[in-house]
């Protein structure tokens, strides 16, 4: 097992900006799902960008079991906000994307990027033009992209923001099955505390300046969509709904201490 | 307050507007124009308004199309001229993306690189082909090469500067994603800042295209023994009017069809050029 340190990281976006991050742990097993909630400009995908060697720390490291991230790598592939996906290739090769750098085979990759599609549920759209899709359907497209790449951690940004509920909550069961399969890490980034705590292993709340983690929570709720129950029964059951409130009251006490 | 009712019934009384089947008159007001133009130089010509050496009629500009076209003016037929010109536009054009495109991504990537080149973009940017056309000559004589240069040096800048901006516009989200999905530096320049830059550097092209064009006379001014500049100054000095407006109008022709077949060719092979 590897796990993804984020080790007493302090971030500015300039030498003369206050800190984004300060002082901010944070470990990330390959077989945990953390899920990061705070308030929008709370620093959550700073945070990812870090993990994902976009930035580099101003203080502290970002490493892998003693290995320093120095940059990007497909060992940890990302899911962006708004999709960043590549308009100039179809979706199906959007998602074959990460296998043609590597040089893999044509008839291996179309395999693969077959096999993706169909898990997010658009074979019948494949080789349809990126601005043809909705914006759900492009989160997914971004998802099987970053699968393809068959890394150790899976860093999503709001991957279900442009979602209806209804198919949000289809999207959060396929993302549970996704984890249990694909044997990735996964870092969460949501806005919504019921996704992160259906979702999730640990809940890690950030709160805004100054920007630091104040809570990391273990939480099971996931673990019962994987054992047979709904969704809908999971997210109603009185302990989810009092762990709810309770991440909401924390997230809302710490807004006032600003 | 409002009930379920009203907002229900609030766009009920609106229908949609019909898309209008009608032919669409407006868009014969260029043709108009055109025949406007025809019909009072006809006119001009056959009233005597103007003197025949000044302004031959429209049919006998077309009477010399068939003349030149079938047996010939200075040599060469209408088609020959044009072909001419068209070479040496399209060799123009081949040498400068060559050379502009490189150097519109170094500009783009690099200060020291900016810092070498801008000045030299800038200052050649607004120079007229005329001013420049006799420097040439002396260095480089009066062959072909001169020609070429003369129309590429006037191709460059608008293919240099549109690949600079397109360069610069590639999406830092989209290179991070290809980054983080494993590419390379060189796979990232083939696989993401090139296809970004693209419909920019296609856009400069079509730019330079129009500009290169329309320093055919000039490049043509000095030497050419075939060419529509060439065809329209030798006719010039007898006073061959006819066959000046007929180059003109040519020239004027083909440089519509080239924009508009840059402009399908835009379509067919950037069409991701409006979604970046
Ligand atoms: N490129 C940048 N340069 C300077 N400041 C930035 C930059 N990106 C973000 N910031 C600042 O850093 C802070 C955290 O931004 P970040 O994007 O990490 O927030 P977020 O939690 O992801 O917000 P959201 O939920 O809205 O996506 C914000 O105050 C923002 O203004
Ligand atoms: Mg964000």
């Given at each position: 097992m590897?796990?993804?340190h984020?080790?007493?990281?302090?971030?500015?976006?300039g030498?003369?900006?206050p800190?984004?991050l300060?002082?901010?742990?944070?470990?990330?097993?390959?077989?945990?799902?953390v899920?990061?909630?705070?308030r929008?400009?709370?620093?959550k995908?700073?945070?990812l960008?870090?993990?994902?060697g976009?930035?580099?720390?101003?203080k502290g490291?970002?490493h892998?079991?003693?290995?320093?991230?120095?940059?990007?790598?497909?060992?940890?592939a990302?899911?962006?906000?708004?999709d960043a996906l590549?308009p100039?290739?179809?979706a199906?090769?959007n998602?074959?994307f990460?296998l043609?750098l590597?040089?893999i085979p044509?008839?291996?990759?179309?395999?693969r990027v077959?096999?993706?599609?169909?898990h997010v549920?658009l074979?019948a759209?494949?080789?349809?033009?990126?601005?043809?899709?909705?914006g759900g359907?492009r989160q997914?497209?971004?998802i099987?992209r970053?699968?393809?790449?068959d890394p150790e951690?899976?860093?999503?940004?709001?991957?279900l923001?442009a979602?209806d509920?209804?198919t949000?909550?289809?999207?959060?069961e396929?993302?549970?099955?996704l984890?249990?399969?694909?044997?990735a890490?996964?870092?969460?980034?949501?806005?919504?505390?019921?996704?992160?705590l259906f979702l999730?292993?640990r809940?890690?709340?950030?709160?805004?300046s100054p920007?630091?983690?104040?809570?990391d929570?273990?939480?099971?709720?996931?673990r019962r969509?994987?054992?047979?129950?709904?969704s809908?029964?999971?997210?109603?059951?009185?302990?989810?709904?009092?762990?709810?409130?309770r991440l909401r009251?924390?997230?809302?006490?710490?807004?006032?201490e600003? | 307050?409002?009930?379920?009712?009203?907002?229900?019934?609030?766009d009920?009384?609106?229908a949609p507007?019909?898309i209008?089947?009608?032919?669409?008159w407006?868009r014969l007001?260029p043709?108009l124009?055109?025949?406007?133009i025809?019909?009072l130089?006809?006119?001009?010509?056959?009233?005597g308004?103007?003197s025949?050496v000044?302004?031959p009629?429209?049919l006998?500009v077309?009477?010399?199309?068939?003349?030149?076209s079938?047996?010939?003016?200075?040599?060469s037929t209408?088609?020959q001229h044009l072909l001419?010109s068209?070479g040496?536009?399209f060799?123009a054009l081949?040498a400068s993306?060559?050379v502009?495109?490189?150097i519109?991504?170094?500009?783009?990537s690099s200060r020291?690189?900016?810092?070498i080149?801008?000045?030299i973009?800038?200052?050649l940017?607004?120079l007229p082909?005329?001013?420049y056309l006799?420097?040439i000559?002396i260095?480089?004589?009066i062959?072909?090469?001169?020609?070429?240069l003369?129309?590429g040096l006037a191709?460059?800048p608008?293919?240099i500067?549109?690949?600079a901006?397109?360069?610069?516009s590639?999406?830092?989200d989209?290179?991070n994603a290809?980054?983080s999905l494993?590419?390379t530096?060189?796979?990232?320049l083939?696989f993401?800042?090139?296809p970004s830059?693209?419909p920019s550097?296609?856009?400069?092209?079509r730019?330079a295209l129009?500009a290169g064009w329309?320093t055919l006379v000039?490049?043509?001014l000095?030497?050419a023994s075939?060419g529509?500049?060439?065809?329209?100054q030798s006719?010039a000095t007898?006073l061959?009017?006819?066959?000046v407006i007929?180059?003109?109008a040519?020239?004027?022709?083909?440089a519509i069809?080239?924009?508009l077949?840059?402009?399908a060719l835009?379509?067919?092979f950037v069409?991701?050029s409006t979604?970046?």
């Amino acid at each position: 097992m590897y796990k993804l340190h984020i080790d007493k990281v302090t971030f500015a976006y300039g030498p003369l900006q206050p800190p984004v991050l300060a002082d901010i742990g944070l470990s990330i097993g390959s077989d945990e799902f953390v899920a990061v909630v705070g308030r929008s400009g709370s620093g959550k995908t700073s945070l990812l960008s870090l993990a994902a060697g976009f930035l580099k720390p101003t203080k502290g490291r970002v490493h892998i079991d003693g290995r320093t991230v120095e940059g990007p790598s497909a060992e940890r592939a990302v899911v962006f906000q708004d999709d960043a996906l590549f308009p100039w290739l179809t979706a199906r090769q959007n998602v074959g994307f990460a296998l043609k750098l590597k040089g893999i085979p044509k008839a291996e990759r179309e395999r693969r990027v077959a096999e993706l599609l169909a898990h997010v549920d658009l074979a019948a759209c494949a080789d349809k033009a990126i601005w043809e899709l909705s914006g759900g359907m492009r989160q997914r497209v971004g998802i099987a992209r970053a699968l393809a790449a068959d890394p150790e951690f899976l860093l999503m940004d709001e991957p279900l923001g442009a979602l209806d509920a209804l198919t949000r909550e289809r999207m959060q069961e396929f993302l549970l099955h996704l984890w249990q399969d694909s044997g990735a890490g996964v870092l969460l980034i949501t806005h919504s505390i019921e996704e992160a705590l259906f979702l999730a292993t640990r809940v890690v709340v950030l709160a805004p300046s100054p920007r630091r983690i104040v809570a990391d929570i273990p939480v099971t709720f996931g673990r019962r969509l994987l054992q047979g129950d709904t969704s809908r029964a999971i997210k109603s059951d009185p302990a989810f709904v009092a762990a709810r409130e309770r991440l909401r009251d924390l997230i809302e006490l710490q807004d006032f201490e600003v | 307050m409002s009930t379920i009712e009203d907002i229900a019934g609030q766009d009920e009384p609106t229908a949609p507007a019909p898309i209008s089947p009608g032919f669409d008159w407006v868009r014969l007001v260029p043709l108009l124009t055109v025949f406007a133009i025809i019909t009072l130089w006809s006119l001009a010509a056959s009233r005597g308004w103007v003197s025949k050496v000044f302004l031959p009629s429209p049919l006998a500009v077309l009477k010399s199309a068939y003349q030149v076209s079938v047996s010939g003016f200075a040599d060469s037929t209408l088609l020959q001229h044009l072909l001419a010109s068209l070479g040496r536009v399209f060799g123009a054009l081949a040498a400068s993306i060559v050379v502009a495109v490189p150097i519109g991504a170094i500009i783009a990537s690099s200060r020291i690189g900016r810092g070498i080149f801008d000045p030299i973009v800038e200052f050649l940017r607004p120079l007229p082909p005329l001013a420049y056309l006799p420097l040439i000559i002396i260095w480089f004589g009066i062959g072909e090469a001169s020609k070429v240069l003369v129309i590429g040096l006037a191709m460059a800048p608008p293919i240099i500067i549109a690949t600079a901006a397109g360069v610069r516009s590639v999406s830092r989200d989209r290179l991070n994603a290809a980054r983080s999905l494993g590419a390379t530096r060189s796979q990232l320049l083939r696989f993401v800042v090139l296809p970004s830059a693209l419909p920019s550097i296609v856009t400069g092209i079509r730019i330079a295209l129009g500009a290169g064009w329309s320093t055919l006379v000039a490049a043509e001014l000095v030497a050419a023994s075939r060419g529509l500049g060439f065809m329209i100054q030798s006719a010039a000095t007898f006073l061959g009017t006819d066959v000046v407006i007929l180059g003109i109008a040519v020239i004027g022709i083909v440089a519509i069809l080239l924009e508009l077949l840059m402009r399908a060719l835009e379509r067919r092979f950037v069409p991701w050029s409006t979604h970046l």
